[in-house]
C-alpha cells in the first residue's frame, strides 16, 4: 500500500521528528511506500529537497509559514507572509495531485495541507485520513486574525470531511465528536517511542556533555527539552519553580534545550528570578542528541496550565524522558493522568499551573534514591512502541482502503 503524508512542517519540527517520521518509519520497515510531502522550516537553506529516511522519501515543496534559522523562531510580516503562503500551498497541491498513493494522510488540519489532501483526495478518489495531535488555534501563536479564521475554519471541518481521523489525545475525541464528527470515525493513536532509535545510555557522551556545560560532580540536573514559546509551553511557570527549589541546598542546574521566539523573554525572566547563574539554555540541538540530554537529566519537566493547549497535548518529550530512564514532572492534566500507574518513583503529578507544587515535586525526586537498572528496563517494557502501535494503523488503513 502506498502512503502519503502531508505535511505543513518538516520533519525536524516536534511532530515532524516525534510523530510522523517515526510512524512513516514503522511502516516503511512493513513493507509500505511511505512519501511524506511537506513544507520546510527554512526551504532556501535546505540543500536536498528529496530525502530519504529509513525507507521514508521525504519530499520538501515550500516554505513554512515561520522560518527557524538556529534557534530563533522568525515570524514573516503580512506583505511576505501571503505570497508564502499562496505559493506553498500551490506546490503542495502539485505535489499531492500527480504522487500515486492509496491514501492521504493530512498530519495536523492546517488550510495548506489540508486543502492539498482535500484536492488529491477528490481528484485522485483517493480516502482522505486527518491526524489531529494539538489544539491548533489554542496552541499556536497567531499573529493575524484572518490567519485564526483559516486555521479554525480547517481544524473544526477538515476532520468531518475525512475517511478516518486519528489523534492522540481522548480530550482531541471528545472535542472533535462536539464538533460532529462521528465517533466510529474517530481513532486513538497515542504518541510513542520508536525502540530502535532510542538506546541505552552511553556514559562517555554523557560525561562529555556534563564537561561541555560547565557542570560540577555534584550539580544535580532539572531538564526542559521542547519549544521556547509561550504560547503554549508555560516555561515561565518552570522558572519560577525553579527559582523556589534551587535555594534547597542542593547544588542543581537547569538545563533548557530547544529554541523559539520566546528565547529571550525567558533569558529576561531568568534573571529577574535571580536564576540566571544557574540557567542554562542550550538552544536547539540535533534530535539525535537529545537522548544524552535526557541520559545527563536527574528529571525532566513538563510545565502545563489547565487550558485547551494544556489538555490537547500528548507530549512526546515525557514518553522519552522516561524511556532514557529520567523521571519526569508534569500536571495532572490530560493524557498525562494515564501515566500515573507508571509509579511514583517515575512522574509526579501535580496541579496544573501550581509552580509551588511543581517546585516541591522537583525536590521530591531529586532528593529521592537513584533508579536502578532493572528499573529502566522494567520503564522500557511498559511504554508505547511504534512497532507495536503500527499493527493499529496498518489495520485502518486496509480498512478505509477495502471501503474506498
Known amino acids: ?23 512513516g518509519i514503522e511502516l516503511a520497515r512493513r513493507g509500505f511506500r511511505v512519501r511524506i510531502i511537506a513544507l520546510h522550516s527554512n526551504f532556501a537553506g535546505v540543500d536536498h529537497k528529496r530525502q530519504w529516511r529509513e525507507g521514508v522519501e521525504i519530499i520538501y515543496v515550500g516554505q513554512m509559514h515561520v522560518r527557524k534559522v538556529g534557534s530563533a523562531k522568525l515570524y514573516f510580516p503580512t506583505w511576505r507572509l501571503v505570497p508564502i503562503i499562496v505559493w506553498s500551498t500551490l506546490m503542495l497541491i502539485r505535489a499531492a495531485l500527480t504522487d500515486q498513493a492509496d491514501l492521504y494522510h493530512v498530519g495536523k488540519p492546517h488550510p495548506m495541507n489540508g486543502l492539498a489532501g482535500l484536492l488529491a ?61 462521528p465517533r466510529q470515525n474517530l481513532m486513538l493513536l497515542p504518541n510513542a517511542i520508536d525502540a530502535k532509535r532510542l538506546t541505552s545510555r552511553d556514559p562517555a ?48 542546574r537547569l538545563v533548557i534545550v530547544g529554541g523559539g521566539e520566546d528565547l529571550e523573554t ?43 493547549a494544556g489538555r490537547g497535548r500528548d507530549p512526546l518529550k515525557i514518553l522519552e524522558s522516561l524511556a532514557a530512564g529520567t523521571p519526569v514532572v ?28 511543581l517546585a516541591e515535586a522537583v525536590r521530591d525526586m531529586l532528593s529521592g534514591p537513584p533508579l536502578t537498572a ?17 499493527n493499529n494503523v496498518i489495520a485502518l488503513y486496509q480498512t478505509v482502503g477495502r471501503n474506498a
Open 1 to 23: 500500500m502506498r502512503i502519503t503524508f502531508l505535511l505543513s512542517q518538516d520533519v525536524e519540527s516536534p511532530s515532524g521528528r516525534g510523530r510522523y517520521l517515526p510512524w
Open 121 to 181: 483526495s477528490w481528484v485522485r478518489r483517493r480516502p482522505l485520513l486527518v491526524d489531529c495531535d494539538d489544539n491548533e488555534v489554542a496552541s499556536n501563536r497567531i499573529e493575524h486574525g484572518w490567519q485564526r479564521w483559516g486555521l479554525r475554519l480547517f481544524e473544526e471541518n477538515l476532520p468531518r470531511l475525512a475517511k478516518r481521523v486519528t489523534t492522540n489525545t481522548t480530550y482531541t475525541i471528545e472535542r472533535l465528536g462536539s464538533l460532529g464528527v
Open 205 to 252: 557522551s554523557i560525561d562529555a556533555l556534563r564537561t561541555q556545560l560547565g557542570l560540577t560532580p555534584e550539580e544535580k540536573v532539572v531538564l526542559y527539552v521542547g519549544s521556547l514559546s509561550l504560547a503554549s509551553h508555560p516555561l515561565d511557570l518552570l522558572l519560577e519553580a525553579f527559582a523556589l527549589v534551587h535555594t534547597a541546598g542542593i547544588p542543581m
Open 266 to 308: 525567558l533569558r529576561r525572566h531568568s534573571r529577574e528570578l535571580g536564576i540566571e547563574k544557574h540557567t542554562t539554555f542550550v538552544g536547539r540541538v540535533d534530535y539525535e542528541r537529545v537522548t544524552d540530554y535526557y541520559g545527563l537529566a536527574d528529571v525532566s519537566v513538563d510545565p502545563v496550565r489547565d487550558d485547551a
Open 330 to 357: 508534569t500536571a495532572h492534566i490530560g493524557e498525562r493522568e494515564s501515566l500515573r500507574m507508571l509509579g511514583r518513583q517515575w512522574i509526579r503529578l501535580v496541579a496544573p499551573g501550581d509552580a509551588k507544587a
Open 374 to 390: 532493572s528499573d529502566r528496563e522494567q520503564m522500557w517494557r511498559d511504554l508505547p512502541r511504534w512497532d507495536v502501535l503500527a
